[in-house]
C-alpha cells in the first residue's frame, strides 16, 4: 500500500509539473502574441537576371562554369562573329557610297546656281537692251512721222522718207529680237532655278541616305559587339546548360546570373496578422538550413495585392459556390545592415525561414 501511495504521488509530481509546465509556456506564448507577429510561409529572395543574347548564331567559346561568380563585364561566353563581320562590312560601303552620292549632289547645286547667276546676267542685259530698243524705236516712228509729213508737202525726196521708212521697220525687228532673247533667257534661267531647287532636294535626299547608313553601321557595329556576352552585374552563375557550337537565338533565355549581394525576404502573412503591422517595424529571421542563428530585419514594404491574386487563375467569388478562406499578403522585409555579412552570403535564394515580426 505505500509503494502504491508512493508511485501514485510521483505520477502527481509529474502530471503538476507537466501543467504548470504548459501553463507557463503558453502564458508566454500569449503574452508574446500581443507584439508579436510570426509565420513560417517565408523564404529568402534575390534577384535573379536571365542570360539572354541579344543576336543568335552559334556559340564559339564558353568561359564560364556551373555556380561559377563573376563580376560584372565578365565575358561568359562568345558567339561566332563572321557574319556580323560581313554586315559590318557591308554597312561601312554602304555609308561610302552615300557620302559619295551627297559628295556628287552638293556638286551639283554648285553648277546648277552658277547657270541662275549667268542667266540672271542674261536677263538683265536682254532687258536693258529691250529698253535701248524701245527708246530707238520711239525716235525712229517720231523720224518717220516728221519724214512722212514733209515728203507729202513736197519737202524732202523720196529717197529721204524711204531712209525713214527703212530706219523704223529696222528698230522694230529689233525690238521683237530682243524680246525674243529676253524671253529664251528668262526661260533658261527658270530651268536653271528648277534644277537647282531639284538639286537642293537632291542633296536632302543624299544627307537622309548618309543617315541611314550610319545607323545601319551602327546597328551592325552594335551587333557586332553583342556576340561577346558579358555579366551584368555581380553575382553568382546557376548551372551553365551551354556547349561550345550551340545554336543560340536572341531572346532565347539560357542561365541565370544570381545578385548575392542582395537578399531579402517575402514573408505571407494572413490577412488576420495585418492590423498592427507597419512599414518600419523590426523583425528577426530564423533560417531553416541554420537552426539557432538569427538576423535582424526590418519591413519595408506590403503588396498592393494577395497572392491569389497575382495568380494563373485568380479565384473568381462570383462563380459557384462561395467559401470563405483566409488570404495571405507578400510582405517584403529587408535584412538591417547589422548583421554578419560572412552569415549573409551563406543564404541562398529560395531557402525558408521564419519570420518574427516585433509590433512594439
Known sequence: MEQK????????????????????????????????EETDDAQIEANMSPIIPHVGGYVEKVYVSDNEKVKKGDTLFTINDQDYMVQLEQAKAALAGAESQLIVAKASIGSYQANVATSNAQVNSA???????????????NDFKRYENLYKNHSITEQQYEEALAAK???????EVLKSQQNASASQRKAAVSQ???????????????????AQLDAARLNLSYTF?????????????????????????????????????????????LEKMSIGQKATIEVDA?????????????????????????PDNASGNFVKTIQRLPVKIDFSKDNDTEKLAKLRSGMNVLVDVHLK
Open 290 to 314: 541554420y537552426p539557432g542563428e538569427e538576423f535582424n530585419a526590418v519591413i519595408t514594404a506590403f503588396s498592393p495585392a494577395t497572392g491569389a491574386k497575382f495568380s494563373l487563375l485568380p
Open 5 to 36: 501511495k508512493k508511485t501514485n504521488k510521483k505520477f502527481t509530481l509529474i502530471i503538476g509539473s507537466l501543467i504548470i509546465i504548459g501553463i507557463i509556456y503558453g502564458g508566454i506564448k500569449i503574452v508574446h502574441s500581443f507584439s508579436h
Open 229 to 273: 556576352v558579358t555579366a551584368p552585374i555581380d553575382g553568382q552563375l546557376s548551372n551553365v546548360d551551354l556547349q561550345e557550337g550551340q545554336f543560340v537565338q536572341p531572346g532565347q533565355s539560357l542561365f541565370y546570373l544570381v545578385n548575392t549581394n542582395d537578399k531579402w525576404v517575402v514573408a505571407n502573412f494572413k490577412e488576420t496578422q
Open 169 to 175: 521697220q529696222s528698230a522694230e525687228k529689233q525690238l
Open 127 to 141: 532687258e536693258g537692251n529691250l529698253e535701248n530698243a524701245k527708246i530707238t524705236l520711239w525716235r525712229a516712228e
Open 196 to 214: 537647282t531647287e531639284i538639286s537642293e532636294k537632291q542633296v536632302a535626299v543624299a544627307e537622309a541616305n548618309v543617315k541611314s547608313a550610319q
